[in-house]
């Protein structure tokens, strides 16, 4: 089925830093969501992109998060700076449509650990 | 506000034994749930999804009822197998603006031979 990839899989980082996290979506799909989930607890929404703009965030989405998606590339979350909180793995989806019924199609996560 | 609640953590079962998992929400919109599946080092995948109350909905053996008036998504199967060994997500998706999903805390399910 189709798949989203994420890149890289582990990012380990030193606290100030800026990482950036990739994602691949589906190819023909057009909305994009970032999701964080801390270790133990459940998964939770950041923000999520369509048609170059954000369209919604969470209040976890800090000023310190940025999304882009330059030309069809990849999906990306930035973190300048970055902070000891910001360790969790973050989950990257995409889904063709919106509305109730529309599946997010979810990657196997980017762990990163902020030291 | 909205949320979604998963009773039990950790779940240990021999094979070929029932399975219920608990799933219930609240939100003050129509409800969308959806059971996602995740197996070690994979990514989630959706297993189940409904909006029609008191309808059972199925996939690969596993099924469940969206009953409203109670706020529930148990998710099932009759006989667990091997391979049934993952992690389960309750998820409501909100059904304005973003249609983000909210999570529950997930149920870890072992089987066990």
């Known amino acids: 089925g189709p798949k989203v990839l994420q890149i890289p899989s582990h990012q380990i980082i030193d606290m100030g830093q800026m990482v950036t996290l990739n994602c691949d979506p589906v190819?023909?799909?057009?909305?994009f969501y970032w999701y964080k989930q801390i270790l133990g607890q459940q998964m939770e929404f950041l923000v999520n992109f369509y048609n170059g703009k954000v369209m919604e965030k969470s209040k976890l989405f800090k000023d310190q998060f940025s999304v882009e998606r330059p030309d069809g590339s990849y999906f990306t979350l930035k973190i300048q700076p970055t902070a000891l909180e910001d360790s969790a793995v973050y989950f990257c989806a995409s889904s063709l449509g919106t509305g109730g019924h529309a599946e997010q199609f979810f990657g196997p996560g980017t762990r990163l650990t902020v030291l | 506000g909205d949320s979604v609640t998963q009773t039990e953590g950790l779940v240990t079962l021999t094979k070929g034994l029932p399975v219920m998992l608990n799933c219930t929400y609240q939100t003050t919109y129509s409800p969308f749930l959806f059971w996602y599946v995740q197996h070690l080092n994979e990514a989630p995948k959706l297993l189940l999804k409904?909006?029609?109350?008191?309808k059972r909905t199925e996939h690969q053996g596993f099924y469940a009822t969206l009953h409203k008036s109670s706020s529930s998504f148990h998710l099932q199967k009759s006989s667990v197998q091997l391979s049934d060994s993952a992690l389960y997500f309750c998820a409501l998706s909100l059904s304005s603006g973003s249609w983000q999903l909210i999570f529950g805390s997930g149920t870890q399910l072992t089987v066990m031979p």
């Open positions: 190819s023909n799909h057009l909305y």
């Open positions: 409904s909006s029609t109350d008191n």
